[in-house]
């Protein structure tokens, strides 16, 4: 089993910052070429949308809405994914949910708990 535990969310006003953690475990847990971590958000009668992730040995991905705004990284010796968050908007208030995925393994796609960001104006 992989288990994903994240960290970081709270209270923030308009233009502040926040910093997202992920960090992952588990007897399944590993990453490969190809595979992805990374962070998707859902807001209250929204569907949940992808913020970034990570391609492992490829590149990295960011919704449009986030571009300039938010980094994701990643540190491998802690199996740990992070999310930067910059410039915080109102519509940036959502769950914020890990994701890790191995592609080429049919039901590897674990999610984390969530954690709440709230940006108020």
């Known amino acids: 089993q992989v288990q994903l535990v994240e960290s970081g969310g709270g209270l923030v006003q308009a233009g502040g910052s926040l910093r997202l953690s992920c960090a992952a475990s588990g007897s399944m847990f590993r990453f490969d070429f190809m595979d992805t971590m990374g962070w998707y958000r859902q807001a209250p009668g929204k569907q949940r949308e992808l913020v970034a992730i990570?391609?492992?040995?490829?590149?990295?991905k960011y919704a449009d809405s986030v571009k300039g705004r938010f980094t994701i990284s990643r540190d491998s010796a802690k199996n740990t994914v992070y999310l930067q968050m910059s410039s915080l908007k109102p519509e940036d208030t959502a769950v914020y949910y890990c994701?890790?995925?191995?592609?080429?393994?049919?039901?590897?796609?674990?999610w984390g708990q969530g954690t709440q960001v709230t940006v108020s104006l």
């Open positions: 994701n890790a995925n191995r592609p080429r393994i049919p039901g590897y796609d674990y």
């Open positions: 990570i391609i492992i040995g490829v590149s990295t």
